[in-house]
T-cell receptor, first 112, second 112 residues
Framework: DAGVTQSPTHLIKTRGQQVTLRCSPK?????VSWYQQALGQGPQFIFQ???????QRGNFPDRFSGHQFPNYSSELNVNALLLGDSALYLC???????????FGPGTRLTVT | GENVEQHPSTLSVQEGDSAVIKCTYS??????FPWYKQELGKGPQLIID?????GEKKDQRIAVTLNKTAKHFSLHITETQPEDSAVYFC???????????FGAGTRLTVKP
């Protein structure tokens, strides 16, 4: 049973550019949450997708947007990149109605 | 909103000793408290969790205790092994499908 997968593993972008990160949830999971983890800190919640809609959102600007596809996979888009957006972006999948969230390996984004 | 504090930030123990990591939370409505282990270059791995209707939960060498009145919960690892070395995060959330608020993490080092 494949766990949560994310792509790409690493990414280097320049300030002002746009980036798209991808996530495939565990088999049987229908909910995807995205987190940002800055170096040396705990993950911070960005938003959660269920039934192809954003169900919850954390304290992140509109530059951060997402999408969920009918197969439950998800994308995170970040526009107008800032140096402060450099971080590990984590995707977590879960089943609707259940507490447990399982994380993927993350995408390391570096903005120069 | 929920605020989770975690202590200590670093912990070094001798192999075979016990390790204890403590977290406090601010929102009395929080009812789910997971613990994650994050190894270098990997995403957080769910190792144990507890819900607010339970005071203690054990899984082999790891256990979690919850004091709802004091709003704190702890992770206990017994008979530590070098492979237990990692960063451990506590988190809290309210209800199913809700975002998790994470502590800042504890870097545990187990010396052989």
């Amino acid at each position: 049973d494949a766990g949560v997968t994310q792509s790409p593993t690493h990414l280097i972008k320049t300030r002002g550019q746009q980036v798209t990160l991808r996530c495939s949830p565990k088999s049987g999971h229908d909910t995807v949450s995205w987190y940002q983890q800055a170096l040396g800190q705990g993950p911070q919640f960005i938003f959660q997708y269920y039934e192809e809609e954003e169900r919850q959102r954390g304290n992140f600007p509109d530059r951060f947007s997402g999408h969920q596809f009918p197969n439950y996979s998800s994308e995170l888009n970040v526009n107008a990149l800032l140096l402060g957006d450099s971080a590990l972006y984590l995707c977590a999948s879960s089943r609707d109605g259940f507490y447990e969230q399982y994380f993927g390996p993350g995408t390391r984004l570096t903005v120069t | 909103g929920e605020n989770v504090e975690q202590h200590p930030s670093t912990l070094s123990v001798q192999e075979g000793d016990s390790a204890v990591i403590k977290c406090t939370y601010s929102d009395s409505a929080s009812n789910y408290f997971p613990w994650y282990k994050q190894e270098l270059g990997k995403g957080p791995q769910l190792i144990i969790d507890i819900r607010s209707n339970v005071g203690e939960k054990k899984d082999q060498r790891i256990a979690v205790t919850l004091n709802k009145t004091a709003k704190h919960f702890s992770l206990h690892i017994t008979e530590t092994q070098p492979e237990d070395s990692a960063v451990y995060f506590c988190a809290a959330s309210f209800g199913r499908n809700n975002d998790m608020r994470f502590g800042a993490g504890t870097r545990l080092t187990v010396k052989p």
